[in-house]
């Protein structure tokens, strides 16, 4: 181990964190609306004949998923550790 991981773990420390309170102002139902919004969209450009934009709109989808719960994760973490500071 370097000198410079300790510093480096800090420093990421200060980042997520930032990220995560910003991104905990986020309602955790937006980010489900927005995969069922990129179904729709993707069910509508296959309708329309348009199969490699419907693939790309389509894989959104599971990204949107992973990133809302990662958000309600946070909340959740925060609620119980830290007496609810993102509600």
């Known amino acids: 181990m370097t000198t410079t991981e300790p510093m ?3 420093e990421e420390g200060k980042v ?3 990220i995560e ?3 905990a102002q986020v309602p955790s139902g937006a ?3 927005l995969a069922i919004g990129s179904m729709v969209l993707s069910a509508g450009f296959m309708l329309a004949g348009k199969k490699q934009i419907a693939n790309f ?3 959104w ?3 949107l ?3 809302g719960l990662y958000n ?3 909340k959740i973490e925060h609620e119980i550790g830290y007496g609810g500071a993102y509600r």
């Open 61 to 63: 989808v599971p990204s």
């Open 31 to 33: 980010y489900l609306g």
């Open 65 to 67: 998923l992973v990133i």
């Open 8 to 10: 480096m773990q800090k």
């Open 57 to 59: 709109v389509g894989q």
């Open 72 to 74: 309600k994760l946070v």
């Open 16 to 18: 997520t964190t930032k």
């Open 21 to 23: 309170e910003r991104t």
